[in-house]
């Protein structure tokens, strides 16, 4: 390892104990932008750039009180952490989940950078959340949690500021009540959040757009190898928004998707998922093992989908969940092609294994940025005052998933023609970010 690189590596790790999911996406930005910069941009070492970039702008830790239905009082902890305002207002979103802690949302965050810079999109980077667990609460308990914390986060957040979006736990419903209560802090209408309703002036295609994306970025990918979704078995994680909308566009793409999983276990269709199965398993909620009494399939308790002979594999439920074991297990199998439709979802031993083995990777910053992309085009309508048809934002969205790709192309193609994904997004996230924090001085 270079000094350079071990240096920084360790210092990172030193200021930022007990984070190991930071310091994965650190490493795995690093172990590509510091060769990168030692050869063709030196100054940017002298400048301290990654060392600013891997420092927050600003980290935000509060307390969020709230009673449930029984009048007990509950207490959990809100964060909001501004990264990086480079390129633009702080944007990414909120996630409210018993596993949130600094560390999950440092790394969701500085990941955040690299992606917003890819949309090519005027957009700063940030990540927030609750250690708070929507699951098995009632509505009238979920509004007053989103009530009391944005009472708080009101004050840090605003539409040239910082623009939350929606994440794990938080869907158009809380970000519905979030909205409601900011507008009764603020007296005023705002495009202050995104993943707002359609009829209260949220996009079209908002819902769709990180599933939509990833489709958008695979199908380029195979343009490339001159090679096509048609007819290709598609594994999916995840039973959420998601795996959803990637399972839908694979499946009228002319791919076969098999699987789709929670953290109960994965449903294996052989007969592959149609719009009326994944409808119906979307009014599951949990309890997929019901798939199985409609519908000729297997459930297989606690297993993940990985195990499935397939063509292409679309993680697309929460980080770290598939292992160098999954990728082993796929790469057996037959997949060619591992798609990140979630945040880092393939583990650092994973990616290691799949690029030995030459398989098409496309890495999360790249693959599911479509979610924030359109979170981008929101905050355009918003300010403009319009709202552009479904088919207009869906004809943007395909553009910049196909401009990403073009970005990871220009800088990961290697000597031998294949295009190194994971390189090219972190380098080409990275030089757009380094450019303009160089042009705005030591700020």
């Not at 030196?42 to 009048?71: A, C, G, H, Y």
Request: net charge neutral; glycine share 10%; hydrophobic share 35%.
């Amino acid at each position: 390892m270079p000094s350079y690189l071990h240096s920084f590596i360790e210092d990172v790790a030193t200021r930022n104990p007990h984070q190991p999911e930071f310091l994965q996406a650190v490493r795995e930005i690093a172990e590509d932008v510091i060769p990168y910069i030692e050869k063709n941009a030196p100054e940017f070492i002298d400048r301290k750039l990654l060392e600013r970039m891997v420092e927050p702008e600003r980290t935000i830790s509060f307390r969020v009180v709230w009673q449930d239905d029984q009048n007990n009082i509950q207490v959990n902890r809100g964060y909001r952490v501004q990264m990086n305002s480079s390129l633009g207002p702080y944007k990414g979103g909120l996630r409210f989940s018993p596993t949130v802690n600094l560390s999950i949302l440092k790394f969701l965050a500085f990941e955040q950078t690299f992606k917003n810079s890819l949309t090519g999109l005027p957009l700063g980077s940030g990540k927030g959340g609750a250690d708070f667990d929507p699951k098995g609460k009632s509505d009238n308990e979920i509004m007053r949690f989103c009530q009391s914390f944005m009472t708080e986060l009101y004050r840090h957040i605003g539409s040239e500021t910082d623009v939350p979006a929606g994440d794990i736990g938080v869907g158009e419903r809380e970000i519905g009540y979030l909205f409601g209560q900011y507008k009764r802090l603020q007296n005023n209408f705002t495009g202050v959040l995104t993943g707002k309703g359609p009829t209260w002036a949220g996009s079209f295609i908002r819902p769709e757009a990180t599933g939509f994306g990833l489709l958008y970025f695979v199908e380029r990918m195979l343009y490339e190898v001159e090679d096509s979704l048609k007819g290709k078995t598609v594994a999916v994680s995840g039973a959420g928004n998601v795996a959803y909308y990637a399972a839908l566009k694979a499946t009228s793409l002319g791919a076969k998707v098999v699987t789709i999983s929670n953290s109960t276990g994965t449903i294996y269709d052989e007969n592959g998922f149609t719009a009326e199965k994944l409808d119906y398993v979307n009014s599951l909620k949990r309890n997929l093992q019901e798939y199985t009494k409609r519908y000729a399939s297997e459930f297989h308790a606690g297993k993940k989908p990985w195990q499935f002979p397939c063509d292409i594999a679309l993680p697309c439920a929460t980080q770290n969940e598939l292992d160098e074991e999954d990728a082993k297990q796929l790469i057996g199998n037959g997949c060619f092609c591992i798609a990140e439709g979630a945040n880092m979802p393939c583990t650092e031993e994973a990616v290691k294994e799949i690029l030995k083995a030459n398989l098409l990777f496309a890495p999360g910053k790249a693959a599911n940025a479509g979610g924030v992309a359109v979170s981008g085009l929101e905050m355009s309508q918003n300010r403009i005052g319009q709202q552009w048809p479904a088919e207009k934002v869906d004809s943007k969205l395909k553009k910049i998933m196909h401009d990403i790709h073009d970005t990871c192309s220009h800088y990961g193609k290697n000597k031998n023609g294949r295009i190194n994904y994971l390189k090219g997004a972190n380098i080409g996230g990275f030089v757009k970010v380094a450019t303009a924090m160089r042009a705005q001085g030591l700020v």
